[in-house]
């Protein structure tokens, strides 16, 4: 089956800088990827995600980029803010099979 | 609208107890999906079910673990005989016809002393 690895495990970085977050995946016929959101307490929230048709999405100060060959994604998180500090999870399958792999996720933190 | 909904929000269970938690989905979502959060951890998935389709339930951890779907709707989470090892947020997503974006409810945390 699927597996998803995520790291870093903990990234702290200062307000208005960049994060980048990455993930591998294992099982080449998976090609939906989305990031989720969880802050403390919450559900995971849906952020932004990516199909294997393309290389790059890009929403406001969140991207996602996906190498299929490489079998790897990322999310970047530009300007960020206080309120960016979450527990950030990326996740893979295949629209076929639908059930979600997720990684073990990021926690993030922004330091005003 | 209103999002996907869970009940209860805390259950606390003694350990060999039966348990039932009950999801809600997003109105007009044909996919209902269970994942359960251990402290700390990833989501890990349990069961899948689309529409009439026969449930996926290849990541139920053991036959203790169940699941129903009434009327492409409402689905109830049963846990036989708790363990210790249960303890954690039980999560359900829904997606509609088509789509792959999950949305979550906000979850059960299930403790079992």
Redesign the interface.
Known sequence: GENVE?HPSTLSVQEGDSAVIKCTYSDSASN?F?W?KQELG?????II?I?SNVGEKKDQRIAVTLNKTAKHFSLHITETQPEDSAVY?C?A?D?G?????????TRLQVQP | GAGVSQSPSNKVTEKGKDVELRCDPISGHTALYWYRQSLGQGLEFLIYFQGNSAPDKSGLPSDRFSAERTGGSVSTLTIQRTQQEDSAVYLCASSTSGRAEQYFGPGTRLTVT
Do not use: N
């Not at chain 1, 919450?42 to 849906?46: G, I, S, V, Y």
């Not at chain 1, 099979?97 to 996720?105: C, H, I, V």
């Open positions: 995520q939906y989305p989720y919450k559900r995971p929230q849906l995600d199909r999870f996740a399958t629209t099979r639908r059930a979600l792999t997720f990684g073990s996720g």
